[in-house]
C-alpha cells in the first residue's frame, strides 16, 4: 500500500493582511464582525436583529441609494417587510423579485428572469443588489451580480444556518445546469453579508438540522472547542449557542477562503464529509436525500473507517442534531459516485480525514486505493 499523501494542510494558518482592516462599522452591543480579507474585502455582521438595520449597514458600503432585492417566496412572506422598511428608511428606493423556493430555481431559466428584473428595474453598476435568502438566493442572485453588466455590487443577507455559515461566505456563486449543480458560477465576493440569528427561529427543524451538518464539520475540521460547544446541546436548544457558533463556523471559513480564495489547494478540507456525502446524493438522484444529511453520514462512515476512535464522539453529536450517522447502502454501490471519472481507477482522489478532533488533514490517493480503504 502506497503511504497517502497529505496535500498541503495549513492548520489554522493565516495569511499575512493584503488591506487594511475594513472600519466601516463600530462593533456595538451585541453585533460582531469578521473582516474577510480576500481580493475584494468585506465584512460579516452577526447581530440579532441585524435584519432591521440591514439598510442602516448597507448605506455604509454604496453610495447608491437604489437597490434591487432578491429573494424566494417563502423568505419574502417571513423577512422581507424587515429589510424593506429599515432600507426605506435608509434612504434606499427598492425593487423586489421573489421566484418560487428550491433548488430547481436556480436554473438557468430563473437566471434570465434576475436579468429582466435588473434591467427592469434600471440597476447600474453603481447601484446595489441585495440576496435576501437561503444558498439557493444567495448563489444564483451572486452569479446574477457578477455577470449582469459585468458585475454589480451585491449584499448577503442569509436566512437559513448553511447560508450563514457556509454559502454566504467566501465567494463561490453558481446556478445549475442539466449536466450537474453548481457547473456555471463565477467567485464574486459580496460587499457585506448580515447574519441575523433571528431568521433562523422561523426555519423548519430539517432545514436547520442541514446547518448543523456544516458546524459539526468545522468543529471537526478546525475546532475542538467549537465541537464540545455543539456536542453539549442539541437541535432543541441550539439557539442557546447560535450566535458563539455561527460566529465561530464564519471566522473559520474566513480563514480557509483567505489563504485559497479560488479554491486551488487548501479549501479543500471544507469537504470533510462530502465526498461520501455527494455519493450518498448522486446514489439517490439528487432527490430525497438532503445535502446536509449526506454531509454528516459521510463524516462518520469515513471517521468510522480511518479514525475509529472518534466515531462514537461524532454520532453522539450528529444524532443529537437528527443527522444520520451511516447509511445501509453496500459501499461497493456508493463507491462509483465518489469519482467524477468513475472508469479511470489509477486517477487521484482527494479525500479529507480528522485523526483529532479540530485537525482535518487533505489526503491524495489514487481512487483505486481510497475504494479499498472504504471497501476493508
Ligand atoms: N456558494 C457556496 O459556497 C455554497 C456552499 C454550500 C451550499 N451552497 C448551495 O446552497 C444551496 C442550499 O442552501 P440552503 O440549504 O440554504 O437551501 P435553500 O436556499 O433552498 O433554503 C432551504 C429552504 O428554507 C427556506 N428558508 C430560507 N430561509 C428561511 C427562514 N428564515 N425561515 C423559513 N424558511 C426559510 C427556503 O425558502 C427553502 O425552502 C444549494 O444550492 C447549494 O449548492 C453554496
Redesign the pocket.
Known amino acids: 500500500m502506497t503511504a497517502p499523501v497529505l496535500y498541503g494542510i495549513i492548520f489554522n494558518g493565516e495569511k499575512s493582511c493584503r488591506n487594511a482592516a475594513l472600519n466601516i462599522m463600530p462593533e456595538v452591543g451585541e453585533m460582531k464582525k469578521i473582516s474577510v480579507k480576500t481580493s475584494h474585502p468585506y465584512e460579516v455582521v452577526i447581530e440579532r436583529g441585524g435584519l432591521a438595520k440591514s439598510g442602516e449597514y448597507i448605506s455604509q458600503v454604496t453610495k447608491s441609494r437604489k437597490a434591487a432585492v432578491i429573494t ?4 419574502e412572506k ?2 422581507l417587510q424587515t429589510v424593506l422598511d429599515s432600507m426605506r428608511s435608509a434612504g434606499f428606493e427598492c425593487t423586489v423579485y421573489a421566484f418560487p ?3 430547481q430555481s ?1 436554473c438557468l431559466d430563473n437566471l434570465g428572469k434576475i436579468y429582466d428584473f435588473l434591467c427592469d428595474s434600471n440597476i447600474t453598476r453603481s447601484d446595489i443588489i441585495v440576496a435576501l ?7 444564483i442572485t ?1 452569479f446574477a451580480a457578477a455577470s449582469y453588466l459585468r458585475g454589480v455590487e451585491f449584499v448577503q443577507i442569509p ?2 444556518l ?2 450563514q455559515v ?2 454566504s461566505v ?1 465567494g ?3 446556478i445549475d445546469i442539466t449536466g450537474g ?2 457547473l456555471v458560477g463565477a467567485f464574486k465576493q459580496p460587499a457585506l453579508v448580515i447574519c441575523d440569528s433571528d ?2 427561529k ?3 427543524d430539517e ?1 436547520l438540522s ?2 448543523m451538518g ?1 458546524c459539526i464539520k468545522y468543529g471537526m475540521i478546525r475546532d475542538e472547542k467549537l465541537f464540545e460547544l455543539m456536542e453539549s446541546h442539541s437541535l432543541e436548544n441550539v439557539d442557546e449557542i447560535m450566535d458563539e457558533m455561527v460566529y465561530k463556523c464564519v471566522d473559520i471559513k474566513r480563514a480557509v477562503v483567505e489563504n485559497d480564495e479560488f479554491d486551488r489547494g487548501e479549501r479543500m478540507v471544507l469537504n470533510f464529509g462530502h465526498t461520501l456525502g455527494h455519493a450518498l446524493e448522486g446514489w439517490h438522484n439528487y432527490r430525497n436525500y438532503a ?2 444529511a449526506g454531509v454528516a453520514a459521510g463524516m462518520c462512515m469515513i471517521t468510522d473507517k480511518l479514525a475509529p476512535q472518534l466515531s462514537e464522539r461524532l454520532k453522539k453529536c450528529v444524532s443529537a442534531y437528527r443527522l444520520p450517522t451511516g447509511s445501509d447502502i453496500p459501499m461497493s454501490e456508493l463507491l462509483p459516485f465518489c469519482s467524477k471519472d468513475k472508469k479511470n481507477e489509477a486517477k487521484d482522489i482527494n479525500y479529507i480525514i480528522c485523526n483529532e478532533i479540530g485537525r482535518g488533514e487533505i489526503v491524495k490517493v489514487p481512487f483505486s486505493e481510497f475504494c479499498r480503504l472504504m471497501e476493508d
Open positions: 424566494d417566496d417563502i423568505v417571513l423577512h423556493n428550491g433548488e436556480k435568502g437561503g444558498g439557493v438566493v444567495g448563489d451572486g436566512t437559513t448553511l447560508a457556509d454559502s467566501g463561490k456563486t453558481a449543480k453548481n431568521t433562523l422561523t426555519l423548519p432545514v442541514e446547518g456544516e445535502h446536509g
